[in-house]
């Protein structure tokens, strides 16, 4: 009999742990913005990019993972409390302003992050002609002199749904660029046998020497 009644002891026990558990308030508040430079958002590689968020006080002290979008954006829901943003070594195709950004989260908190690029590729053109994509897009070499870096390659990538990136998850067809100037970088990649969408979605990206992350154009709708 005793056995049976410390079994539901601690049953009960579990019971109410269990609920306090399960009772713990969620995060609160929504962190959003963009990786900018002077206000212009910088295009990266679908889920390619992160940062960490730290904060102390709460037990384990570890990082949160916040992924980029294509389009440089962010957005994760936290609990309302300072934070130190901290940006990872080797990610992003850029140099940080800092490598360490006290952040304050306040309900639903709105930040844009400026950074300085190596690269920013901006007036993206791409159009079909018969089962070729050609494209052309502007580049700016930002970062210039003694800590600058030369282009490694640029590829013309196009996909079938608007996600579009050097990952092999999120391209059809890539290409090397046939054309790279001081200003500009052009090319051609021909749409794979049988893609019968009547539509396809191309962006161009540049890949920095030392630099893991490419940095990419916006991604273009093109009809077919």
């Not at 009960?12 to 002077?38: H, K, R, W």
């Not at 089962?131 to 870096?149: H, L, P, S, W």
């Not at 090319?187 to 893991?212: L, W």
Request: overall charge negative.
């Amino acid at each position: 009999m005793k056995f049976k009644y410390i079994i539901a002891i601690i049953g009960l026990t579990f019971i109410f742990t269990s609920c306090e558990i399960d009772n713990y308030d969620e995060p609160e508040a929504f962190f959003t913005g963009s990786v900018v430079y002077q206000g212009e958002p910088i295009n990266v590689g679908a889920q390619e990019v992160r940062f960490q968020l730290w904060q102390s006080g709460y037990g384990l002290y570890a990082p949160l993972d916040v992924h980029l979008d294509i389009d440089g954006s962010f957005s994760g829901r936290f609990f309302s409390g300072d934070y130190k943003l901290k940006f990872i070594d080797g990610q992003g195709p850029w140099q940080a302003t800092s490598d360490t950004i006290n952040v304050t989260i306040n309900g639903n908190t709105e930040m844009d992050l400026e950074v300085t690029p190596y690269y920013m590729v901006r007036n993206p053109q791409f159009s079909a002609a018969g089962n070729t994509i050609n494209g052309n897009v502007a580049i700016e070499k930002v970062i210039t002199g003694t800590n600058g870096r030369d282009i490694e390659f640029a590829r013309l990538y196009i996909n079938d749904g608007q996600f579009v990136s050097d990952n092999g998850d999120y391209n059809i067809a890539q290409v090397d660029a046939s054309t790279i100037s001081d200003t500009s970088i052009s090319g051609s990649v021909s749409i794979p046998d049988g893609y019968n969408k009547n539509s396809i979605f191309a962006r161009m990206g540049i890949k920095i020497v030392g630099v893991e992350d490419l940095v990419f154009s916006e991604v273009v709708k093109v009809d077919l």
